[in-house]
């Protein structure tokens, strides 16, 4: 059975900080690409960062660069997101999303397609991130 779960969400202080845990079972993370997707309430969903585990790359986008950090540990088979310096507007069910074949040169996913959810295909249920005084 394939299965992302994620962990970690909470109610946070604006300035605070986070980890989120994307646990993976029935699949090792090499090679395949993970990605944290948000969504707020009358917000677009959004891809919030992405590691490409076939050659390494993270990426982020523009609002949360320099505050969150994504890595994977590859002998827990587990992809993190260390968020730091919250802020209210981070507040969202954040997801980990991942693609459904590994990465190959034939099949490779540069920064703008590995922040593009629609080309996640395995999706954990969801933790609530909150982020208020």
């Known amino acids: 059975q394939v299965q992302l779960v994620e962990s970690g969400g909470g109610l946070v202080q604006p300035g605070g900080s986070l980890r989120l845990s994307c646990a993976a079972s029935?699949?090792?993370?090499?090679?395949?690409?993970i990605g944290w997707v948000r969504q707020a309430p009358g917000k677009e969903r959004e891809g919030v960062s992405c590691?490409?585990?076939?050659?390494?790359?993270?990426y982020y986008t523009d609002s949360v660069k320099g505050r969150f950090t994504i890595s994977s540990d590859n002998a827990k088979n587990t992809v993190y997101l260390q968020m730091n310096s919250l802020k209210p507007e981070d507040t969202a069910v954040y997801y980990c999303?991942?693609?459904?074949?590994?990465?190959?040169?034939?099949?490779?996913?540069?920064?703008?397609?590995?922040?593009?959810?629609?080309?996640?295909?395995?999706w954990g249920q969801g933790t609530l991130v909150t982020v208020s005084s």
């Open positions: 590691i490409n585990n076939n050659d390494g790359s993270t």
């Open positions: 999303a991942g693609t459904k074949y590994p990465l190959n040169s034939d099949y490779a996913m540069g920064r703008a397609a590995c922040l593009n959810y629609r080309y996640l295909e395995v």
């Open positions: 029935g699949f090792t993370l090499d090679y395949y690409a």
